[in-house]
């Protein structure tokens, strides 16, 4: 099982619709979460950080469920500039040392 | 933001040359720097992960003596692909943070490094 897993999609909605998908960590000392964007041919930027509360940035939402062991993604009212891969990234934590670790990505693409 | 800068944006050359790139923490003191490769279609790979002042820590199946690494300061950590072959040609980006714990990685624009 890997330890950070991600849907692959890709996901093809229309313009304007809501959308969301899952990440799952196997590490349950996992400290820290985040999500990314990327678009084709280029680096990673930072979406939002992850908090056990949730979080929202204007038509993001971030969720966390510690006892599921998941994340969770949420774009309302997507645009076209949305299409894109989502990456969770997950700290994970060891027994020396934490380690970071990549979800392979989900592909969201909008169409109008 | 913080702001993580690589250079060059991208490289051709012929097989058998070493290629250099340098990643740059800009208005950040950067502990640690994270190496990774990205070939078509494919997610990260992470390389390896450097500290500034000691040796980097590399993944498993990365050649250290292929993919040279060095973080002489805290706001530089230079990757040196050595004697490079068609093979290694793919997207390679690198990415710092201020700690390896909780804060977020800040990604360089990466560089796109094609051998023929």
């Known amino acids: 099982r890997k330890e950070v897993e991600q849907d692959p999609g890709p996901f093809n909605v229309p313009e304007g619709a809501t959308v969301a998908f899952n990440c799952t960590y196997s590490?349950?000392?996992?400290?820290?979460f985040f999500w990314y964007r990327q678009d084709c041919r280029k680096e990673p930027k930072l979406l939002m950080s992850?908090?056990?509360s949730g979080n929202e940035d204007g038509r993001f939402t971030a969720q966390l469920n510690r006892a599921s062991q998941y994340i969770s993604l949420l774009i309302r009212d997507s645009k076209l500039s949305d299409s894109a891969t989502y990456l969770c990234?997950?700290?994970?934590?060891?027994?020396?040392?934490?380690?970071?670790?990549f979800g392979s990505g989900t592909r969201l693409s909008i169409r109008p | 933001g913080a702001v993580v800068s690589q250079h060059p944006s991208w490289v051709i050359c012929k097989s058998g040359t070493s290629v250099k790139i340098e990643c740059r923490s800009l208005?950040?003191?950067?502990?640690?720097m994270f190496w990774y490769r990205q070939f078509p279609k494919q997610s990260l790979m992470l390389m390896a992960t450097?500290?500034?002042?000691?040796?980097?820590?590399?993944e498993q199946g990365v050649e250290k003596d292929k993919f040279l690494i060095n973080h002489a300061s805290l706001t530089l950590s230079t990757l040196t692909v050595t004697s490079a072959h068609p093979e290694d040609s793919s997207f390679y980006i690198c990415?710092?943070?201020?700690?390896?714990?909780?804060?977020?990685?800040?990604f360089g624009d990466g560089t796109r490094l094609s051998i023929l």
């Open positions: 990415s710092a943070t201020l700690d390896s714990s909780n804060q977020p990685q800040h």
């Open positions: 590490n349950s000392a996992s400290q820290s």
């Open positions: 992850v908090y056990s």
């Open positions: 990234v997950v700290n994970a934590r060891y027994s020396s040392a934490s380690k970071i670790i």
């Open positions: 208005d950040f003191q950067a502990t640690t």
């Open positions: 450097s500290n500034e002042g000691s040796k980097a820590t590399y």
